[in-house]
């Protein structure tokens, strides 16, 4: 399973955020010191923040990846003109600081092995590259996703010979990047391209770009509700031309597990998402109204205790059953990895009305609990707020959960087995923070376990059912 490395890119691409933020007042405020001097209005005035707002081409050129590094602007974006059509509409906009999406409409011609797509007709000048994953500036995801090339056809040139010709629109992305972490299945892959794909009701051509059969198989059951049609590993789709009326490449993402509903085709939500998903998996549960049935074992409140294997581990699993049983709760373990069987787990997921782990990408199944349940995330040592908010907090209440959460102490970690009490790990961990990624990640979330208090725990999970409409067992 690969870490969930690019959860910590977040912070020090906020710092880069800020620097490029500060970058901008400065040059502003130079820009109208030297205007000052020509009888314009100095800096600090209200024209600051319309400034700001449109900044100068100077501004937009410096971007940062995430992890804030200072990279390259692509050239395209120099070129003006070169990203807009006939009709006026942008071929190519940035969905998000992460992604690109590039649509046209027309003559569309895909040549796969090369990873082509002629376009006419189009005011599209240049050849334009793009790596359709939802990770653009991620140089450890974008290293596992291949480019493609945008190509304008222009009159004098004869078309390359169309050798199928389709009806409906294709989806052109790649399914490379991060794939096979949950997180990132579902994060850069599955709800981007329910938002660029749900609005054609299946009549959409799935063109999937570093294809590999194990991971599609996987989530067939979820591509199979968007899409009528066979999936087509494109990369090795020989020397054919496949024609389309109209072409989206590239993923549309809006937020972490997330949909704006403002921004999405016919205004879907991620309500719709989680209504897809339970189609797929025939999920039975939409809200976590218990049965009626008196006798159902169901009426009990279940809880799900989200198992991990190697890293973050709950040391004492059993005691946490037995304290949970006592509170009335039916309790399940699930562990899943890699190859687990989506449909099984999602229906274990879907029938629980409390959810429990500690961060990490399995928590990513609260996408399959019915509305009104609680998630609660077991937060380990490490001063991993940002973590923690960006991945599942801020998620879980769109998806329609109660939030909870469990934090971590030092006597209940394992950190405080291997280090002094007043060792920097546990007494500041900024200061690890400060020494970038792969420390935090290798001292906090690679070498820590947990022992949660059964009685601090026990309060968290009265509080959860608090919000549960069980009827109180005991
Ligand atoms: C871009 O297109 C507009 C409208 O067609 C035109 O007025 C403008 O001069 C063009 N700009 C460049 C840089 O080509
Ligand atoms: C595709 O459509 C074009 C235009 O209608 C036609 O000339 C061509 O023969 C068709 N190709 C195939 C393989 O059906």
């Not at 046209?104 to 002629?118: L, P």
């Not at 066979?230 to 020989?238: F, L, N, Y």
């Not at 801020?394 to 469990?406: F, G, I, R, S, T």
Request: charged letters at 25%.
């Amino acid at each position: 399973m690969k870490p969930l490395r690019s959860f910590g890119r977040a912070e020090p691409w906020r710092i880069g955020n800020v620097s490029i933020i500060v970058s901008m007042i400065l040059s502003f405020c130079i820009l109208s010191l030297i205007k000052a001097r020509y009888g314009s209005s100095p800096c600090g005035n209200s024209q600051v923040s319309l400034k700001l707002m449109a900044p100068t081409q100077a501004n937009l050129k410096m971007v940062t990846d995430e992890n804030g590094e200072p990279t390259l602007p692509e050239e395209e974006d120099d070129e003006e003109n070169s990203t807009v059509v006939h009709t006026g509409k942008p071929i190519c906009y940035e969905t998000s600081k992460r992604s690109d999406t590039c649509e046209a409409e027309g003559d569309i011609r895909v040549h796969g092995s090369s990873r082509t797509v002629f376009i006419r007709p189009t005011s599209l000048k240049q050849e334009r590259k793009m790596k359709p994953y939802a990770r653009k500036n991620d140089p450890v995801a974008s290293a596992n996703v291949k480019e493609w090339s945008l190509k304008p056809l222009t009159s004098h040139q004869p078309p390359p010979e169309c050798t199928k010709n389709h009806s409906i629109p294709a989806m052109i992305l790649s399914i490379g990047g991060f794939t096979g972490n949950l997180f990132h299945d579902f994060t850069d892959v599955l709800v981007p391209l329910f938002i660029s794909s749900h609005q054609f009701h299946g009549e959409v051509q799935f063109l999937m770009s570093d294809f590999r059969s194990w991971w599609v198989n996987k989530f067939i059951l979820i591509f199979r509700q968007l899409s009528n049609y066979e999936i087509i590993d494109v990369d090795s789709d020989q020397e054919s031309i496949r024609c389309f009326p109209r072409m989206i490449m590239g993923p549309s993402f809006h937020k972490v597990l997330g949909v704006d509903s403002s921004r999405s085709p016919m205004g879907y939500s991620v309500v719709d998402f989680k209504a897809v998903l339970r189609k797929a998996y025939g999920l039975e549960r939409a809200n976590v109204t218990p049965p009626q049935d008196e006798w159902d074992i169901r009426r009990r409140p279940r809880l799900l205790i989200i198992s991990r294997k190697k890293t973050r581990r709950f040391l004492n699993e059993g005691g946490m059953v037995d304290m949970a049983m006592s509170l009335g709760f039916e309790v399940r373990i699930g562990q899943a990895d890699m190859h687990t069987d989506v449909a099984k787990f999602a229906r274990l997921v879907n029938s629980a009305d409390v959810m429990i782990g500690v961060h990490g990408a399995g928590l990513t199944n609260m996408v399959f609990l019915p509305a009104g349940a609680v998630v609660i995330q077991v937060v380990p040592m490490g001063g991993l707020e940002w973590l923690i908010k960006e991945t599942f907090q801020d998620p879980a209440e769109e998806l329609q959960l109660k939030y909870l959460e469990y934090r971590i102490q030092a006597d209940e970690s394992t950190l405080s087995e291997q280090y002094p009490r007043d060792h920097p790990v546990l007494a500041n961990p900024s200061k690890i923070r400060g020494r970038g990624w792969d420390a935090l990640k290798s001292v906090y979330l690679d070498n820590q376990d947990v022992r949660p208090h059964l009685g601090r725990l026990r309060n968290t999970l009265m509080e959860a059912l608090k919000h549960l409409p069980h009827k109180r067992i005991s």
